[in-house]
């Protein structure tokens, strides 16, 4: 079974800083998806980006950026500039690259913005 | 942009009702899920559909659940008996192949 784990439940980040989110995983599989999922109040879930494992360029979304290191079995997502609007959860996920592609989720990170 | 749409938003029930939650996925997508969040917890999934049928489900998904897909555009979750423990925010989700799911914007089960 796949797990994924955030070990940061709380972080918090003055306005137009930096902040890094860690997460790590476990899996035999070499062929694989790795998310980042927003969850803000109203509790949407939001696509933030997306990974390819069989990519070695990391992933970017405009400010959104992840550090992916395939060997190391870990995936942070970076969070630039960050905007009052980036108050949320994220959660970091994990599918296969076939079959139903469920996705595991970890247990998520609070992300607090200071003005 | 195409949406996954969920209804109720909130659903209030007794403990031992039975509860249909209903979601209508994006129309050209194949693959349809449901996960359950319980307030303060991760994510979990419950159950993957796919050729109108259960194509993997979580140890949550007991007999007390059920997924049906009745007209071609629903994808209804059913929980035949609820109990406390049930209630939790509900997901559905929906993606086409090698794609992102795109998710509902979730039903809010309460059990009283």
């Known amino acids: 079974a796949q797990t994924v784990t955030q070990s940061q439940p709380e972080m918090s980040v003055q306005e137009a800083e930096t902040v890094t989110l860690s997460c790590t995983y476990d899996?035999?599989?070499?062929?694989?998806?790795l998310f980042w999922y927003k969850q803000p109040p109203s509790r949407q879930m939001i696509l933030v980006i997306r990974q390819e494992a069989y990519k070695q360029q990391n992933a970017t979304e405009n400010r959104f950026s992840v550090n992916f290191q395939k060997a190391a079995k870990s995936f942070s997502l970076k969070i630039s500039d960050s905007q009052l609007g980036d108050a949320a959860m994220y959660f970091c996920a994990y599918s296969l690259l076939r079959g139903d592609y469920k996705l595991s989720f970890g247990a998520g990170t609070t992300v607090t913005v200071r003005a | 942009e195409p949406e996954v749409t969920q209804t109720p938003s909130h659903q209030v029930t007794q403990m031992g009702q039975e509860v249909i939650l209903r979601c209508v996925p994006i129309?050209?997508?194949?693959?349809f899920y449901w996960y359950r969040q319980i307030l303060g917890q991760k994510v979990e999934f419950l159950v993957s559909?796919?050729?109108?049928?259960?194509?993997?489900k979580s140890e949550i998904f007991d007999d007390q659940f059920s997924v049906e897909r009745p007209d071609g555009s629903n994808f209804t979750l059913k929980i035949r008996s609820t109990k406390l423990e049930d209630s939790a925010m509900y997901f559905c989700?929906?993606?086409?192949?090698?794609?992102?799911?795109?998710f509902g914007d979730g039903t809010r089960l309460s059990i009283l």
């Open positions: 899996t035999s599989e070499s062929d694989y998806y």
């Open positions: 129309s050209n997508h194949l693959y």
């Open positions: 989700a929906s993606s086409a192949p090698d794609q992102p799911q795109h």
């Open positions: 559909f796919y050729n109108n049928e259960i194509s993997e």
